[in-house]
């Protein structure tokens, strides 16, 4: 009799603990719902929790017009300091997701100030002054993508052997047309007194003008440095990894981030 009783007390115990458990989750989902307890479009009732924002701050869906909002949303303003750090976090290998998720800003806001940021990048290399001694380049294309594989995208690539800087760049496809705007590219000292050093592609034969060209093969050691180069961009540009998730899906903000690079990397070059 006395184990009947103790196993019923112990029962009674588990429910009542059960029941109190319960009573709090409700009390918890409650408090939850937004204040205003209608949706800001429709003024509809019928809302339900759908994840959190950034901040952690609940995220409701209205289930009639499918609105998704914040309750009391605080808008904040991004710092200079926040913009120049991701300023530089865009030259390093980082997708924008884990840029966001650094900096601790939205997703939305970092696409489009990096979508104005690309689109104001000037795509063209400037030479002040006429360099010292003789110009020497090499030339060489990377195979890049754009949305799908299929999609190929060509990075045209011209720098100064001796400075080591990328003076001109052309993104498209692997054609003669494509050669003969990277050859436009080079600022104007370069066409007229630079002896370019490519592969054997036979686009840069009939581009390059035959005084200038000096076609060579990989064993010569005549492209090496433009062939670092190309690794170098694999490395630290995320869109241009192989195997990458964080590939480009407009061809405008591919080429943006590609001129983006070239002149964060020509601007390292200059410090040292």
């Not at 017009?65 to 530089?88: A, Y």
């Not at 760049?169 to 990277?182: E, H, I, P, Q």
Request: with cysteine; net charge positive.
């Amino acid at each position: 009799m006395t184990t009947i009783l103790a196993f019923l007390l112990y029962s009674s115990v588990l429910l009542l603990a059960e029941l109190t458990r319960e009573s709090i989750e409700l009390s918890q989902r409650v408090c939850e719902k937004p204040s205003e307890q209608v949706c800001p479009t429709c003024g509809s009732e019928h809302l339900i929790k759908n994840g959190s924002v950034h901040n952690c701050k609940p995220k409701y869906q209205c289930k009639t017009c499918g609105r998704q909002f914040v309750v009391n949303l605080t808008k904040t303003t991004v710092s200079q300091e926040i913009k120049q750090l991701i300023d530089r976090l865009l030259l390093e290998r980082i997708s924008l997701r884990g840029i966001a998720r650094v900096t601790q800003v939205s997703w939305s806001w970092l696409q489009d100030y990096v979508n104005r940021k690309l689109a104001r990048t000037p795509r063209q290399v400037k030479v002040s002054e006429r360099p010292l001694g003789k110009l020497v380049i090499e030339c060489d294309e990377m195979w890049s993508f754009v949305n799908s594989k299929k999609d190929e995208v060509y990075i045209w690539l011209a720098i100064n052997r001796d400075s080591r800087k990328i003076v001109g760049c052309f993104v498209g496809d692997r054609t003669r047309k494509s050669a003969r705007k990277l050859w436009a590219d080079l600022p104007e000292v370069y066409q007229q007194c630079a002896i370019a050093y490519p592969d054997f592609w036979q686009a840069y034969k009939t581009v390059i003008p035959h005084k200038h060209h000096r076609a060579v093969g990989k064993e010569t050691g005549l492209t090496n440095h433009i062939e670092r180069l190309n690794n170098t961009f694999r490395q630290r540009v995320s869109r241009l990894v192989r195997s990458s998730l964080s590939f480009s899906k407009k061809l405008h903000n591919h080429i943006g981030a590609i001129w983006y690079f070239i002149h964060g990397y020509n601007a390292e070059l200059d410090r040292f």
